[in-house]
């Protein structure tokens, strides 16, 4: 089974905080992607990487980077939390075709819920 | 680009009752779409998928899927709720041929009412 793991899963932090957030897959996929889920927006694509070193902004990139120095491990960072900011953090890897996998199918972690206040 | 629309972001059915939640979906090319399932405090898995093959698709837990282009519709049904089916549930779209970018919809949470 696929398995992507979240450091925490739950996580409060002051404004101004940097704030870390990192999540490993077992399955050698090329791609990762950092998402938020808010009620009622779904799930809104932060950043994603499809290689090591290698990044892509997404729908709402401002206020957050990423980090990918090993295949396995994609890191979310908030440069400086801000309210805003407050929500459930996804993380999910997929490949493009390898045995089964295939067709942008997505693999997800549990979530990390995030409280900045 | 692309987009999906999930009509309902609360569907209430009785247990035993047909589930149907209804999505549909814009795309400038053949799309490959998808249907995930998010239980509370999870994250989401994988319920059904579209990909060019069968128009009706079959899932997991006994939920299917049909995806008519004229409609551009792909509405997800399940003939007898269960409690168990209480979650969030979310489409997704992507284009097919390379790897792109996948659209999730806005999600619709099914309660089941015993």
């Known amino acids: 089974d696929v398995k992507v793991t979240q450091s925490s899963r739950y996580l409060v932090k002051r404004t101004g905080e940097k704030v870390f957030l990192e999540c490993v897959q077992d399955?050698?996929?090329?791609?990762m992607f950092w998402y938020r889920q808010d009620p009622g927006l779904g799930l809104r694509l932060i950043y994603f990487?499809?290689?090591?070193?290698?990044?892509e902004k997404g729908d709402i990139p401002e206020g957050y980077s990423v980090s990918r120095e090993k295949k396995e491990r994609f890191s979310l960072i908030l440069e400086s939390a801000s309210t805003n900011q407050t929500s459930m953090y996804l993380c999910?890897?997929?490949?493009?075709?390898?045995?089964?996998?295939?067709?942008?199918?997505?693999?997800f972690g549990p979530g990390t819920r995030l409280t900045v206040l | 680009a692309q987009s999906v629309t999930q009509l309902g972001s609360h569907v209430s059915v009785s247990e035993g009752a047909l589930v149907l939640l209804r999505c549909n979906y814009s795309?400038?090319?053949?799309?490959?779409l998808f249907w995930y399932v998010q239980y509370p405090n999870q994250g989401l898995q994988l319920l059904l998928k579209?990909?060019?093959?069968?128009?009706l698709v079959k899932g997991i837990n006994g939920f299917e899927a049909e995806f008519k282009k004229s409609e551009t519709s792909f509405h997800l049904t399940k003939p007898s709720a269960h409690m168990s089916d209480a979650a969030e549930y979310f489409c997704?779209?992507?284009?097919?041929?390379?790897?792109?970018?996948?659209?999730f919809g806005t999600g619709t949470k099914l309660q089941v009412i015993p």
């Open positions: 795309s400038s090319v053949p799309p490959y």
């Open positions: 579209y990909t060019s093959a069968a128009t």
């Open positions: 399955m050698d996929h090329e791609n």
């Open positions: 999910a890897s997929g490949t493009l075709s390898r045995g089964e996998i295939q067709y942008n199918e997505q693999f």
């Open positions: 990487s499809y290689d090591v070193k290698m990044k």
């Open positions: 997704a779209v992507t284009p097919s041929g390379g790897y792109q970018k996948v659209t």
